[in-house]
């Protein structure tokens, strides 16, 4: 059976959020790890969707 918080959509929302961030910081720290402008325009907009 589901706890309280697991019923509860602000702890999936905060949890979410959480996650989104650290994958957008991900891909920005890997931009200044590659050589290929494709690839870091790519982290770089994939970043920007994540965020919006």
Do not use: C, W, Y
């Not at 918080?5 to 905060?14: E, I, K, L």
């Not at 994958?23 to 994540?50: C, S, W, Y």
């Amino acid at each position: 059976m589901a706890s309280e918080a697991d019923r509860d959509p602000r702890h999936h929302t905060r949890k979410m959020q959480a996650l989104l961030q650290e994958t957008m910081n991900h891909l920005r720290d890997d931009i200044g790890k590659v050589d290929e402008p494709q690839l870091k325009a790519m982290f770089e907009t994939a970043a920007e969707v994540l965020g919006g």
